[in-house]
């Protein structure tokens, strides 16, 4: 974008107001983005969660109800804002805006096309870890703002909840910076391309070089030689397809849904239980914020789902359109918007899928599952990752003579990581299931027990 | 450019001084908690001035994200807010200002007369000393390793200690029955009464209208 | 790894009872499989709801909203909501003849009703006048249409009755009248049970409803109308002799003919004295329709609007009822009270006194020949002035140059009024010249 407004205003402004219109251009259009996102996927839910609950959901307002959200939005506008008497007033009034300061932060470094991100940063994922943290001080700004017990309750176990799923999550993104050797989200979808399992191992054989239609240069391949090699391209080679990866996304995705609050991790906002939890004394829009909030940071976790474990914008036909050159690069880059934009909606759908299918945990469900079976097998991915890192990218000097694989081609030492890591994911995903299972037997004292 | 930095590292500054000014000078003590807060965002900005991408993203991540978030429990979880009625002043307030001015200046003066402040600008083509994540990681393996593995264990310690202050045992634990669980607790029960030597014979009598239910 | 085992069930008694548990042993490892079970469920109810209607409960998966009011349930049968009234789609008549017994019953008492009454006689009619009911405050339990016997009232379907008009919620009879066959759309099965007794009840009533009282007042214009329609196709009757002018009226045709078959028996027979009644009912009748009807043809210049309607049908009427009687008094083998008994009688019989004073059986005879009497004198009254004989309102009509008053709405009660009074007036001048005879 600054390059855009540099050739066609450059001479007028000085170079610094250039960049700073340029970057005020490309915020206001990811917001934009955002935001058409939060309402469509706000009348989604709400017609599909009706779908599996055999009803229609809201089909009034507008054709099939499209224009429900801009209601609940004028509702949400035109509700008078109610402030409790003895409440922190600028600890109430601050306390959304902290929330969704945030997940706006976090918008700005993802890679939403081919050449398409705002900003990027080479510790981009550590950057997201540490803006998601700050949402939780909004929790607890909420919960303590609002002058009522059972708002800071339902802060503090929706802290508890943030902060515990925060380490499996983080952890299973430290697969991917494993994988791709640095934190920066910009490179990932170049790094999944491929094919499914085997990734960007299969190179051209012919010297002649191979059809740029199948074929993707690749030169930024960490650890590898560094002449350009030609490898089959097909956009599908993800890192879901293999086994660190497989185990990374599940990981990841199940921690994403407690930190984005949604069922079965909903209890902040448990209706049935605490009210609205944090949120219940906020009215207008205040509340609407928070509802933005949510949805927006499940929008944005979606989408670094979707860009460290599916590609990203990576899919069949854009490295296709983008090694034609010229205009095509645009194509491309639209072709990858659409293809980014289709992961995180079906990843989307999934936790619809699992909203409308499933209980609420209870808070010590939650906290087991997210320390007994999570983290390990988050802890036990790392080490997959690392293996398979190291027996597809490392040299014999790197082993230090333990093994030597050079002599292997890159598809074979990329078939021997996903066999090794396959068996090492497999047999630990067996064995933390199977020890976190209670045994059958009596674990109550018996003198304790309440008397029937 | 140039300029451009003074301007913002003036403007992170003072945001910095005025927030840490507040924290300790508010009545109310979560609005000091907030106040330190802002500092540490402050101490973050600073961070990204200095092009330490990486450490202004941790300092956010660990002060902000975690430190600051236990400080809110801790806060919430005590009784006494009302700090109005709390002086802001002791009636000694001059010493606790001269000693830590002392000590800080003690530290400071030397540090800042002996800093060689014009640093010549590295070779072309030379990446920064330490900067990225990349070096700060491989510093951690080789030149730093011993901090390192202290931090690490530090860390270890204090995880281990919270989990033994929280501990319950689980025996300690009283929960009602399901109906299964009480009825093999009787039968383990009539069991073990089964093996016990004939007990004496009761010189009570055993009303009847009380319910034989145990 | 992922295993099934039979599930174990051991029985305890306890103080309480006995305790079963039953142990189903739960597959060795649990890696979330009854988590994506459950995901297939949800997934099935989701693509099942994009594609059809949940009809039936049994079909567990579909959409199960009814769009409302676009789209609408069928309500069951024994569906109840507020009353209404039936009333028949042929005549019009309503089936509820005012016997309190729904405003006895009801709860709330929201039902409220007159009863129609007689206006000439002021007795009581089995129609109902006027019927209220206030549905804001009828709480639908059906006891009104469960206690009616006449099947009168029954429950609607109905329930949209939403209105912000205060007192819109109160009912007038023509507001809760509903022709028969609508009730038998919306519950078929209930009125296929009742409907045969009903309708016979129905038939008894209109019988003894006079003129159009207990017509729902949906139809009575229709009702009105097409009784109009009856009397001009009835009234042009060809005369007996005369050749028939293309009569439309069945029963002018059925007349004509019988009475050329009575034309010819009298030709065949001698000319009937006095004492000798023909006993061919039939005949008589036949005859004094034919009279009728060509004396209506005489005053056809004179009358010819459908006044005579009423009067028409009353005298008819009491002509009927003479020649009944005339029967009875001729099985009986009366005397020549048979000639002053039906008045109506044509046959010269007029100036023959009336001798039914001697004969006590002949009390029916003597009450048509008042009735006769009375509404030949009322109709003399109002009309031209009647003759000395008992000629009765009939025959009244040839003589009497002057069309039948206006007020022709004198329905057969005045006629027969008339009839009476005439009747006692020839029995009077005939036991006069009975004496006049006996004392010579």
């Not at chain 1, 920066?184 to 999944?192: A, F, G, M, T």
């Not at chain 3, 174990?8 to 103080?15: A, G, I, N, R, V």
């Not at chain 3, 214009?221 to 009397?231: G, H, L, N, Q, S």
């Amino acid at each position: 974008m600054t390059d855009i407004l540099r050739s066609w205003i450059g001479s007028a402004l000085p170079d610094w107001l250039i960049v700073l219109i340029a970057y005020l251009i490309v915020t206001t259009i990811v917001l934009f983005y955002a935001v058409g996102n939060f309402i469509l996927m706000v009348w989604a839910e709400r017609r599909i969660v009706a779908r599996m609950q055999d009803r229609l959901g809201p089909n009034r307002v507008g054709p099939a109800g499209l224009l429900q959200p801009i209601a609940d939005a004028v509702k949400m506008f035109t509700k008078e804002d109610i402030v409790p008497r003895n409440a922190d007033r600028w600890v109430h009034l601050l306390a959304p805006v902290v929330s969704l300061a945030p997940v706006a932060m976090m918008l700005a470094v993802i890679p939403w096309g081919r050449g398409w991100e705002p900003i990027d940063l080479n510790v981009a994922l550590l950057y997201i870890v540490a803006v998601s943290a700050v949402s939780g001080v909004g929790l607890m700004m909420a919960g303590w703002g609002s002058n009522n017990k059972f708002a800071l309750l339902g802060a503090m176990r929706a802290v508890a909840q943030l902060v515990s799923y925060e380490i499996p999550a983080v952890t299973a993104l430290l697969t991917v910076v494993v994988l791709a050797g640095g934190m920066s989200l910009l490179n990932l979808p170049h790094l999944q391309a491929g094919v499914p399992i085997m990734g960007a191992t299969i190179l051209c054989n012919d010297p002649a070089g191979c059809s740029p239609l199948l074929y993707t240069t690749i030169t930024s391949f960490p650890g590898s030689p560094n002449e350009p090699v030609q490898a089959l391209d097909l956009g599908l080679g993800w890192w879901v397809f293999t086994p660190v990866g497989l185990l990374g996304f599940v990981v990841f995705f199940i921690a994403a849904l407690a930190e984005g609050e949604r069922t079965p991790f909903d209890i902040p906002e448990a209706d049935s239980e605490i009210v609205a939890g944090y949120m219940t004394e906020y009215s207008g829009m205040k509340f609407a914020t928070f509802y933005i909030a949510q949805y927006i940071l499940n929008f944005a976790l979606a989408a670094l789902a979707a860009t460290a474990f599916l590609g990203g914008w990576q899919g069949p036909g854009v490295a296709a359109l983008a090694n034609m050159g010229g205009p095509w690069v645009h194509a491309a880059a639209a072709l990858s918007a659409f293809y980014l934009l289709a992961k995180i909606w079906i990843l989307f759908f999934v936790m619809i899928w699992l909203r409308g299918a499933f209980p609420r945990l209870r808070v010590d469900q939650l906290m087991d599952f997210a320390w007994k079976l999570l983290l390990p097998l988050a802890l036990v991915n790392i080490l997959s990752a690392s293996l398979m890192v190291s027996i597809t990218q490392w040299t014999g000097a790197q082993w230090s003579g333990v093994v030597n694989l050079d002599g292997f081609a890159s598809w074979q030492r990329q078939l021997i990581a996903v066999i090794v890591t396959a068996i090492i994911n497999i047999a630990a995903t067996y064995w933390i299931l199977s020890i976190n299972q209670r045994p059958a037997e009596q674990e109550w004292d018996e003198e304790l027990v309440v008397a029937p | 450019m140039n300029t451009l930095i003074t301007i913002l590292f003036l403007v992170f500054a003072v945001f910095i001084l005025v927030a840490a000014i507040m924290t300790v000078t508010v009545k109310n003590i979560v609005h000091a908690a907030l106040w330190l807060i802002s500092s540490f965002f402050g101490v973050g900005a600073l961070y990204l001035l200095m092009e330490a991408e990486f450490l202004g993203v941790a300092q956010v991540l660990i002060y902000v994200g975690a430190v600051s978030i236990l400080i809110l429990f801790a806060i919430m979880l005590t009784r006494d807010l009302e700090g109005s009625q709390n002086r802001q002043l002791t009636p000694r307030w001059w010493i606790a200002l001269l000693v830590p001015a002392a000590l800080f200046g003690l530290l400071i003066v030397p540090t800042v007369m002996t800093h060689a402040w014009q640093l010549p600008p590295p070779p072309a083509g030379q990446p920064p000393s330490i900067s990225g994540a990349q070096q700060i990681g491989t510093a951690f393996m080789r030149e730093y390793l011993l901090p390192f593995e202290v931090a690490a264990i530090l860390l270890l310690v204090a995880m281990i200690g919270a989990i033994v202050v929280a501990f319950e045992e689980r025996e300690q634990r009283r929960r009602v029955l399901t109906l299964a669980e009480q009825v093999r607790l009787r039968r383990q029960r009539q069991q073990q009464v089964a093996t016990l030597p004939e007990p004496a014979v009761s010189a009570v009598q055993p009303s009847e209208a009380t319910g034989g239910e145990t | 790894m992922i295993t099934e085992t039979e599930p174990e069930t051991t029985e305890t008694q306890t103080t309480r009872g006995k305790v079963y548990v039953i142990d189903r042993g739960r597959p060795k490892l649990r890696a979330g499989q009854g988590l994506l079970t459950g995901l297939d469920v949800v997934f099935r109810h989701f693509r099942d709801a994009l594609t059809r209607k949940l009809e039936k409960p049994s079909q567990q998966t579909g959409v199960f909203t009814v769009q409302y009011p676009e789209e609408r349930l069928k309500l069951p049968e024994a569906f109840r909501n507020f009353p209404i009234l039936l009333y028949d789609d042929e005549t019009g008549h309503e089936l509820c003849t005012s016997c309190f017994q729904c405003q006895r019953i009801c709860p709330p008492q929201v039902i409220h009703m007159t009863q129609a009454r007689d206006p000439a006689t002021g007795k009581a009619v089995p129609a109902v006048a006027e019927f209220l009911i206030e549905y804001d405050a009828c709480m639908s339990c059906g006891l009104c249409a469960e206690v009616c016997p006449f099947d009168a009232i029954k429950m609607d379907h109905e329930f949209e009755f939403s209105t912000d008009v205060h007192g819109g919620l109160t009912i007038n009879k023509a507001g809760l009248n509903r022709p028969i066959s609508y009730y038998e759309k919306i519950a078929p099965t209930f009125w296929a049970e009742v409907k045969d007794g009903a309708m016979k009840k129905l038939q008894g009533n209109m019988k003894r409803r006079p003129d159009l009282i207990g017509v729902a007042p949906q139809m009575i214009d229709t009702i009105k109308a097409k009784r109009a329609e009856v009397a001009v196709a009835q009234a042009p009757a060809p005369a007996p002799s005369a050749p028939d002018s293309a009569p439309t009226d069945k029963a002018a045709r059925l007349a004509a003919i019988r009475a050329k078959a009575a034309a010819k028996e009298a030709d065949a027979q001698p000319a009937p004295s006095d004492d000798s009644a023909p006993t061919d009912k039939a005949a008589r009748l036949a005859a004094i329709r034919a009279a009728n009807a060509a004396r209506k043809d005489e005053a056809a210049n004179v009358a010819q609007t459908s006044d005579t309607t009423s009067d028409d049908k009353a005298a008819r009427l009491a002509a009927i009822r003479a020649a009944n009687a005339a029967k009875k008094a001729a099985a009986e083998g009366a005397p020549a009270s048979a000639s002053a008994a039906p008045p109506a009688h044509t046959a010269p019989t007029s100036d023959t006194p009336p001798a039914a004073s001697s004969t006590p059986d002949d009390k029916a005879a003597r009450l048509a020949a008042i009735r006769a009497a009375n509404a030949a004198k009322k109709a003399a009254a109002e009309g031209a002035p009647a003759s000395a004989s008992a000629a009765p309102a009939a025959h009244a009509a040839p003589t009497s140059d002057t069309p039948p008053a206006a007020s022709s709405t004198p329905d057969d009660k005045a006629a027969r009024l008339a009839a009476i009074r005439a009747a006692n007036a020839a029995k009077k001048a005939a036991a006069q010249k009975q004496d006049g005879n006996d004392d010579q």
